[in-house]
């Protein structure tokens, strides 16, 4: 029988915080497949160096 998996609580970027004045935000989704999938399951998502 298969675990059910806990929601993932919300993530934020405190290092954009501490180098950057920011003003208004934008609530956004990604969509994960295979290995990210795993990683932020199991807490060790990283987001650094990743662009758009």
């Keep these: 029988m298969k675990k059910k998996s806990q929601p993932v609580g919300r993530i934020t970027n405190r290092r954009a915080r501490f180098d950057y004045k920011l003003g208004d935000s934008l609530v956004v989704g ?23």
Excluded: D, M
């Design 30 to 52: 990604l969509q994960l497949s295979g290995a990210e999938t795993k990683a932020l399951r199991h807490g060790h998502g990283q987001l650094r160096g990743a662009y758009v």
